[in-house]
């Protein structure tokens, strides 16, 4: 059974500095996903990462896939507000393709 | 917009009730999937539709049944639920199932209470 794996689950910190969220899972995958979802609202797709070493960023997000560690980060650098949200990471398998495990979501709060 | 709509967006029913959710997507897509989102819970995969047909039931109880009319719209039926089944019921559609990217659009949710 994959399992997806968050942490930090809850991450406050300030506006300016840089932070990483980390998305463990526990069996091959050929595809994962970053979402983010804010409060009383749907989720988001941020990035899809399909290769060992892949990485992308957009603005301050760059998240990056190590499939050997079965790794991925969201890096966030230089914190604004706008940024406060809940992201989670999905994972598909070659045997699940399409149905996606989520982690349980990393929620986050930038504060001034 | 995400061009995933979900209507109701609240939702109150007793035990004994039946109701339906409805999903519509606007995005030519082939595949729409049923969630649910409960506190404290990873979100769960309910249903997955691929060509308007059932491809994961992933053991659900009968109690919530699915219906797929066309790749465009998606009914979540409810009756006899428990007060545990409250949650954030998220619908979402793809391309298609195990595509090359399988991005998911998500609906904003229909916010179940159950009483």
């Known amino acids: 059974e994959l399992k997806v794996e968050q942490n930090p689950l809850f991450l406050s910190m300030q506006e300016g500095k840089n932070y990483t969220i980390y998305c463990n899972y526990s069996?091959?995958?050929?595809?994962l996903y970053w979402y983010r979802q804010d409060p009383g609202k749907s989720l988001e797709s941020l990035f899809v990462?399909?290769?060992?070493?892949a990485v992308k960023q957009e603005g301050r997000l760059m998240a990056s896939l190590d499939t050997k560690a079965r790794l991925s980060t969201l890096h966030i650098t230089a914190a604004v507000h706008d940024l406060s949200a809940t992201y989670f990471c999905?994972?598909?398998?070659?045997?699940?393709?399409?149905?996606?495990?989520f982690g349980d979501g990393t929620t986050l709060t930038v504060k001034p | 917009e995400t061009g995933v709509t979900q209507t109701p967006r609240h939702l109150v029913m007793g035990m004994t009730n039946k109701k339906s959710l409805k999903c519509e997507q606007h995005?030519?897509?082939?595949?729409m999937y049923w969630y649910k989102q409960s506190a404290k819970k990873p979100l769960e995969l309910m249903f997955v539709?691929?060509?308007?047909?059932?491809?994961e039931n992933n053991s659900v109880p009968s109690r919530f049944s699915p219906e797929c009319p066309n790749s465009s719209h998606l009914f979540l039926h409810l009756h006899t639920l428990q007060p545990e089944d409250s949650a954030l019921y998220l619908c979402?559609?793809?391309?298609?199932?195990?595509?090359?990217?399988?991005?998911?659009?998500f609906g904003a949710g229909t916010r179940l209470s159950v009483l």
């Open positions: 995005l030519g897509h082939n595949a």
């Open positions: 069996t091959t995958s050929d595809r």
């Open positions: 979402a559609s793809s391309q298609d199932v195990g595509g090359t990217k399988n991005i998911q659009y």
């Open positions: 990462l399909l290769s060992n070493g």
């Open positions: 539709y691929n060509f308007k047909e059932q491809t």
């Open positions: 999905a994972v598909d398998t070659p045997t699940n393709a399409g149905k996606s495990t």
